[in-house]
């Protein structure tokens, strides 16, 4: 959620929880169920749930719509083996009749909107991503999300915008575009070169948040470790400053990836044992940074 929070006080108009998997909402997992944390800063706001078994799916909607957020949105994008091995994300893409029943069972079990992520297809030879999004909709999802590649690229290639045109074409809902997505700009040229009705983003906001504004990730190193200080100030508010700190440490590091000479403060960022200590590491640095007025980090590679 503090994430969440600081991507949208840069600009993002809505978005989309962590991966929430059915199964640990039906058995009131305290971890799953933690997740589920919003506040109404945030909105609107959308969680995304994921399963392969309809009647859980659908009992893991009912749960949710209690904790009030706008959406719900069905992952059956994510190509990760830990989640295909279970049928679930993107291995529904190759099972159309189970997702079909997954996707009525949750619309019947929620009064929200219902939006689902997909590919655009299995592989290079089963791009079944218009017939899938087709099913989507005329099973009662209110938009769908398109990633521009196939469950068998994962990560790897090129996300192919055509699919996405394609299907927008091919529905009356919203059509998300997703994918390969680096800037602000690039996101407009989507919208122009598909028609969609939106564009996500991933991958690209973390340590990046200034993704969602048209003036991007800004030059000065001094507002880079200000954005990174912010979302600590988040996660310290919402979270408490004993969440643990490696998850904390990874997301941090990210503002200063690619940076001439980061590599000394993200290993420094790395070293540190608690919240409070890497709190302290960037104010420190930002004094010196002030002190010495750079707007590069000297010392150490990228």
Same mark, same amino acid.
């Given at each position: 959620?503090?994430?969440?929070l600081?991507?949208?006080?840069?600009?993002?108009? %809505?978005?989309?929880? +962590?991966?929430?998997?059915?199964?640990?909402?039906?058995?009131?997992?305290?971890?799953?169920?933690?997740?589920?944390?919003?506040?109404?800063? +945030?909105?609107?706001?959308? %969680?995304?749930?994921? &399963?392969?078994?309809?009647?859980?799916?659908?009992?893991?909607a009912?749960?949710?719509?209690?904790?009030?957020? $706008?959406?719900? $949105?069905?992952?059956?994008?994510?190509?990760?083996?830990?989640?295909t091995?279970?049928?679930?994300?993107?291995?529904?893409?190759?099972?159309?009749?189970?997702?079909?029943?997954?996707?009525?069972?949750?619309?019947?079990?929620?009064?929200?909107?219902?939006?689902?992520?997909i590919?655009?297809?299995?592989?290079?030879?089963?791009?079944?991503?218009?017939?899938?999004?087709?099913?989507?909709?005329?099973?009662?999802?209110?938009?769908?999300?398109?990633?521009?590649?196939? #469950?068998?690229?994962?990560?790897?290639?090129?996300? $192919?915008?055509?699919?996405?045109?394609?299907?927008?074409?091919?529905?009356?809902?919203?059509?998300? &575009?997703?994918?390969?997505?680096?800037?602000?700009?690039?996101?407009?040229?989507m919208?122009?070169?598909?028609?969609?009705?939106?564009v996500?983003?991933?991958?690209?906001?973390?340590?990046?948040? #200034?993704?969602?504004?048209?003036?991007?990730?800004? &030059?000065?190193?001094?507002?880079?470790?200000?954005?990174?200080?912010?979302?600590?100030?988040?996660?310290?508010?919402?979270?408490?400053?004993?969440?643990?700190?490696?998850?904390?440490?990874?997301?941090?590091?990210?503002?200063?990836?690619?940076?001439?000479?980061?590599?000394?403060?993200?290993?420094?960022?790395?070293?540190?044992?608690?919240?409070?200590?890497?709190?302290?590491?960037?104010?420190? %640095?930002?004094?010196?940074?002030?002190?010495?007025?750079?707007?590069?980090?000297?010392?150490?590679?990228?």
């Open positions: 959620m503090p994430f969440r600081l991507c949208r006080e840069y600009g993002a108009g %809505f978005c989309v929880s +962590e991966m929430i998997s059915c199964h640990g909402l039906c058995y009131r997992q305290q971890k799953t169920i933690d997740m589920l944390l919003s506040t109404p800063a +945030e909105r609107p706001v959308a %969680f995304q749930l994921f &399963g392969a078994d309809p009647d859980r799916m659908a009992e893991a009912a749960i949710i719509s209690t904790f009030g957020p $706008d959406m719900i $949105d069905i992952n059956m994008g994510c190509p990760v083996k830990k989640v091995k279970r049928g679930a994300g993107a291995a529904l893409m190759a099972s159309p009749e189970l997702a079909e029943k997954i996707i009525l069972r949750v619309v019947a079990n929620t009064s929200l909107p219902v939006t689902v992520k590919r655009a297809g299995i592989k290079a030879s089963e791009v079944n991503g218009t017939e899938f999004a087709r099913m989507a909709q005329g099973s009662g999802a209110s938009a769908v999300i398109v990633h521009g590649r196939t #469950w068998a690229q994962g990560f790897s290639g090129q996300a $192919d915008r055509t699919i996405i045109a394609a299907i927008k074409q091919a529905l009356t809902i919203p059509v998300i &575009g997703n994918g390969d997505i680096q800037t602000y700009q690039e996101a407009m040229e919208l122009e070169e598909t028609g969609c009705d939106g996500m983003i991933g991958r690209a906001a973390l340590g990046n948040p #200034w993704v969602f504004s048209a003036a991007g990730r800004p &030059g000065d190193l001094g507002a880079i470790v200000d954005g990174a200080l912010r979302h600590l100030n988040l996660v310290e508010q919402f979270l408490g400053a004993n969440r643990p700190i490696s998850v904390i440490r990874n997301h941090i590091g990210k503002y200063f990836k690619n940076l001439p000479g980061s590599s000394d403060i993200r290993r420094a960022v790395y070293n540190c044992p608690a919240l409070t200590d890497l709190k302290n590491l960037l104010l420190a %640095f930002r004094d010196i940074n002030e002190e010495i007025g750079t707007t590069a980090i000297t010392g150490g590679a990228a």
